[in-house]
């Protein structure tokens, strides 16, 4: 069984091992809950139904979107999706969403509560992208979607040069297969991209799956084998649209990577990195010490905050809104 990445352990240069010194009884407070609701929903036989009533109360509970937060739903030709602004907003700069929940559930307030805490910071609004479901609508319909609403936000003469893309978890796997399909295509690609904890192999084939699934508070293997069959057939487990961690990433804009250093999903982040690196994408990598998947959502959090701050400055130095 590998070790668990620590302050110690040697990270190539573009990559950071951060343990925050403030929000630590938080920190165990938060995955112990985690450990005991949502590692014992996830279950291989769980009733899916069942799930989403559980997810949605959840979000009901904790997405508590800022009041000053304006929301208002739009038609990406035939996509839905919803504009998120604040008071700060400037309408030329645009964070282009795609919301995680592993391609078969929505959290809509906390994901816009999310980005909404972020667009304060940079003066942003969000396009937060509302694509279709497995196990309804199965691959490609969630990628399909995703481009389509990229390319319809170009359509409306948004310079690219003036949109990040970003996503969380299933979202952070959407986000690298659309850059993948926008530069396949001859297309705009935008400023930078932010990833939370991407999840990009279907083969499972990452280390961190085995090695960290008694430290993780949240997935089991057997879950994400389930989960992961009602989204893609296994024989394209290695497509690149699916699983885009084997996708050409030469020429794709700065990335930034944010994990859990004990996540199961820790190596998805790791070996997406060292691609891009390689493909001579800038690239940052950051390892938060012993945090869940998508801790940058609990608002509660105070480590949530200061990777917010981490967000804000990447995008703020490669998209140059100053």
Request: charged share 20%; glycine share 8%; hydrophobic share 45%.
């Amino acid at each position: 069984m590998s070790a668990p990445i620590t302050r110690a352990s040697a990270l190539p240069p573009y990559a950071k091992f951060i343990s925050p010194a403030k929000g630590g009884w938080q920190r165990w407070a938060t995955n112990l809950l985690f450990r005991l609701t949502a590692k014992r929903m996830l279950r291989p036989d769980s009733d899916l139904g069942e799930l989403r009533a559980k997810v949605a109360e959840m979000d009901a509970k904790f997405g508590h979107v800022d009041a000053a937060a304006k929301r208002t739903p739009v038609d990406c030709n035939g996509v839905p999706a919803e504009w998120i602004s604040v008071p700060e907003s400037r309408p030329e700069r645009v964070l282009f969403y795609l919301h995680g929940g592993a391609f078969m559930f929505r959290m809509p307030g906390t994901h816009a509560a999310m980005v909404a805490r972020w667009c304060r910071r940079l003066g942003a609004r969000t396009l937060m992208v509302d694509y279709r479901l497995a196990p309804e609508h199965r691959y490609p319909a969630a990628p399909d979607d995703c481009h389509a609403a990229y390319r319809w936000l170009l359509a409306q003469g948004c310079d690219p040069r003036s949109i990040v893309i970003g996503g969380d978890s299933a979202g952070g796997n959407l986000t690298l297969a659309t850059l993948h399909r926008v530069k396949l295509a001859g297309e705009p690609l935008p400023a930078c991209a932010v990833l939370l904890s991407p999840f990009v192999d279907f083969t499972l084939s990452g280390a961190s799956l085995y090695a960290n699934e008694d430290r993780d508070p949240m997935f089991t293997l057997a879950g994400m084998v389930a989960l992961r069959a009602h989204y893609a057939p296994p024989e394209r487990f290695l497509d690149p649209p699916l699983s885009p961690l084997f996708g050409d990433f030469h020429g794709l804009p700065p990335m930034l990577f944010q994990a859990g250093s004990e996540e199961m999903l820790v190596d998805e982040s790791v070996r997406a990195a060292a691609k891009a690196h390689a493909c001579g994408v800038p690239v940052e990598l950051e390892l938060w010490d012993r945090l869940p998947h998508v801790f940058q959502a609990l608002e509660k959090l105070p480590q949530a905050a200061e990777a917010a701050e981490h967000i804000v400055r990447f995008i703020g130095e490669r998209a140059g809104w100053r």
